[in-house]
DNA sequence: GCCCAGGTGAAGC
DNA sequence: GCTTCACATGGG
């Protein structure tokens, strides 16, 4: 048994067949900024730096750690993919999907910073929920360490530190008509009329039904923060791309709405749904994507 | 100028 | 019950 109380800054997860890029880059979390040195962020309230390398990831903090047992969560290096792959029904688009990136994970994020970083994620492309997220920060969370040579980070603001904003403090982030929504998620969850901590104890059921009672936060949001904030593997977000995926994957040529399209995923993906849509997300943003308008029109 | 973006809620039929 | 629309803002 080792029980050295090492104090390192600096550690290496030896990790086959893990994607950091695609991963940090996968609309899922959206607070990564590659850097000189790597990939930086905070998580947990720790400034960290990752890369990846010959033997898996590497990690760096400011300071000195003896347990990195809360980036391994975040980072969900101990879940048993193999069987998450065999739980995906049997069929060609998915397995080109997942094959297609097959580093791709899920990441297990704080539930206030996922479940604020998606109220303000609607109609919004990944970039500018990217750039709201970060004037949130630098506005509202506080300083923390970072190591020499790196640009300055904060926390995430606290939902008590949101809820005592102003609705104006908040449009000046640039998040407009989302203001109001992510204002009255702080003070409920401020106030624990939300009891995010005890959501984890519910079924997936029951914790989507207490997450849509918060304004703004409908089906899909709510699906979003079961999955990479709770680990709801179930959950199964369907945003206009997966929208996309479905109609043309599993329903070519029919005019298929939206609700049906749901009960088909919640019936055909399986237990770890989740993860089957962030391979189908991944993959129709990346290799789907919609051809480039013609410039030239008069070459038919 | 146009259309679209990891949507939702409310109003209109 | 369904469908349509407003809601800010910025990128392509």
């Excluded at 300071?63 to 969560?73: C, M, N």
């Excluded at 049997?90 to 109220?119: K, V």
């Excluded at 997220?133 to 995430?156: D, K």
Aim: with cysteine.
């Amino acid at each position: 048994m080792k029980r050295s109380c090492v104090f390192e800054t600096r550690t290496l997860f030896t990790f086959e067949n893990y994607d950091l890029a695609a991963t940090l880059c996968s609309g899922q979390a959206f607070r990564w900024k590659l850097q000189s040195l790597g990939w930086e962020s905070v998580v947990a309230g720790r400034w960290i730096r990752l890369n990846q390398t010959a033997k898996g990831i590497g990690a760096e903090t400011a300071l000195p750690q003896s347990d990195w047992r809360w980036l391994r969560h975040y980072l969900q290096l101990d879940l048993d993919f193999p069987s998450v792959l065999k739980s995906f029904p049997p069929d060609e688009h998915l397995t080109r999907a997942s094959s297609a990136c097959a580093g791709l994970r899920l990441l297990r994020q704080d539930p206030w910073e996922c479940l604020a970083s998606f109220i303000l994620s609607s109609t919004k492309q990944i970039v500018q929920i990217q750039q709201i997220v970060e004037l949130l920060c630098e506005r509202f969370g506080e300083p923390v360490t970072i190591s020499e040579g790196a640009e300055r980070w904060f926390s995430f603001p606290s939902a008590t530190r949101l809820a005592a904003c102003t609705e104006s403090e908040l449009r000046a982030c640039k998040m407009g008509f989302r203001a109001p929504y992510l204002s009255a998620a702080a003070r409920m969850v401020a106030a624990r009329e939300i009891d995010l901590e005890a959501l984890k104890d519910l079924n997936v059921l029951q914790a989507r039904a207490e997450l849509i009672r918060i304004p703004g936060v409908g089906r899909k949001i709510a699906d979003c923060v079961l999955l990479f904030g709770f680990g709801f593997q179930k959950a199964f977000p369907v945003d206009v791309w997966i929208m996309k995926a479905l109609r043309q994957l599993y329903f070519p040529g029919r005019r298929v709405k939206q609700p049906r399209l749901i009960v088909f995923s919640e019936k055909y993906f399986g237990e770890n749904a989740g993860y089957a849509q962030q391979y189908l997300f991944h993959y129709m943003r990346t290799q789907h994507s919609r051809p480039k308008r013609k410039r030239n029109r008069g070459n038919i």
